[in-house]
């Protein structure tokens, strides 16, 4: 299952779909170098492709943190990666007063996992009439997600797209129960694994979030080896210079590699 964004291409392609980008925009010559890499590959691999980018990062784990260069100055990056490449964007929200703003300049509204529950910002992003990616909190069960379509869906938007991104185990780790994605799936909407943010160590003692990125790759072909319907990957071409979550990133030279062993899997899977 696809979700209908405008403009996502190669849907007939048979292929999971990738929301895929870095975690925020540090800048349009970031951005750009990445999305025209990303789309390369996709359009070379018949791969639909969503261009992802924070505009503004708002759950930081210690006040100086990074966390944007501007919302507008991000917010028409955005929109420029999408008119320029021929790509659908999507970028996360925090208030009902964002859903709005950034419905000016994206395709796709994110939805933060810790603020799935929030009926006011579900309710105010569906009312955008535009495809609304709940990522799941990290302490919901699968079937706790279907409140959250619902509140979407009830808001007479049907555009839905639901992401498993892994749950706290612990107070530093987390694990992916693969059992949720049929789950979801049930539930008649599109259901991404992200293969970065499910790989965090959250609470480290220095206040900066640590991360597994060798297990990048594991954990997405198990997704795909289950049926997922789209990957999520934050990438970047340095990420021990990437100004937000560098600490989970897959290296951009890596994600063609990646993609290539993991449409094996796809293909093996339909058979």
Same mark, same amino acid.
């Given at each position: 299952?696809?979700?209908?964004?405008?403009?996502?291409?190669?849907?007939?392609? &048979?292929?999971? !779909?990738? %929301?895929?980008?870095?975690?925020? /925009?540090?800048? #349009?010559?970031? +951005?750009?170098?990445? $999305? @025209?890499?990303?789309?390369?590959?996709?359009?070379?691999?018949?791969?639909?492709?969503?261009?992802?980018?924070?505009?503004?990062?708002?759950?930081?784990?210690?006040?100086?943190?990074?966390?944007?260069?501007?919302?507008?100055?991000?917010?028409?990056?955005?929109?420029?990666? &999408?008119?320029? !490449?021929? %790509?659908?964007?999507?970028?996360? /929200?925090?208030? #009902?007063?964002? +859903?709005?703003?950034? $419905? @000016?300049?994206?395709?796709?509204?994110?939805?933060?996992?810790?603020?799935?529950?929030?009926?006011?910002?579900?309710?105010?992003?569906?009312?955008?009439?535009?495809?609304?990616?709940?990522?799941?909190?990290?302490?919901?069960?699968?079937?706790?997600?279907?409140?959250?379509?619902?509140?979407?869906?009830?808001?007479?938007?049907?555009?839905? /797209?639901?992401? #498993?991104?892994?749950?706290?185990?612990?107070?530093?780790?987390?694990?992916?129960?693969?059992?949720?994605?049929?789950?979801?799936?049930?539930?008649?909407?599109?259901?991404?694994?992200?293969?970065?943010?499910?790989?965090?160590?959250?609470?480290?003692?220095?206040?900066?979030?640590?991360?597994?990125?060798?297990?990048?790759?594991?954990?997405?072909?198990?997704?795909?080896?289950?049926?997922?319907?789209?990957?999520?990957?934050?990438?970047?071409?340095?990420?021990?210079?990437?100004?937000?979550?560098?600490?989970?990133?897959?290296?951009?030279?890596?994600?063609?590699?990646?993609?290539?062993?993991?449409?094996?899997?796809?293909?093996?899977?339909?058979?």
């Amino acid at each position: 299952m696809l979700p209908k964004v405008p403009g996502l291409k190669h849907l007939d392609s &048979g292929n999971f !779909f990738l %929301i895929a980008g870095p975690c925020a /925009i540090e800048g #349009e010559a970031m +951005a750009f170098e990445i $999305a @025209e890499k990303v789309s390369a590959i996709c359009d070379r691999l018949k791969i639909p492709y969503i261009f992802k980018g924070s505009y503004r990062k708002a759950n930081r784990s210690r006040l100086d943190s990074f966390t944007g260069i501007g919302d507008e100055k991000a917010l028409r990056i955005l929109q420029k990666v &999408g008119k320029t !490449f021929g %790509i659908p964007v999507t970028t996360d /929200i925090h208030t #009902e007063e964002e +859903a709005v703003m950034a $419905a @000016e300049y994206v395709d796709v509204l994110q939805i933060p996992a810790f603020l799935c529950r929030q009926t006011s910002l579900l309710v105010a992003a569906a009312n955008t009439g535009k495809v609304v990616n709940v990522k799941k909190g990290q302490f919901l069960s699968p079937e706790a997600m279907s409140f959250a379509k619902d509140k979407v869906t009830e808001s007479g938007n049907e555009q839905v /797209i639901l992401t #498993e991104r892994g749950v706290t185990f612990g107070y530093q780790d987390l694990v992916i129960d693969y059992r949720g994605i049929p789950v979801m799936q049930a539930m008649g909407a599109p259901v991404v694994l992200d293969c970065t943010h499910s790989l965090q160590q959250p609470n480290q003692s220095s206040g900066i979030t640590g991360g597994k990125p060798a297990l990048i790759e594991t954990v997405a072909k198990a997704g795909v080896a289950v049926g997922v319907d789209g990957l999520f990957m934050e990438t970047h071409p340095n990420p021990s210079e990437a100004k937000s979550d560098g600490a989970n990133m897959l290296p951009l030279e890596k994600l063609e590699t990646l993609l290539e062993r993991l449409l094996r899997i796809r293909v093996a899977i339909r058979f």
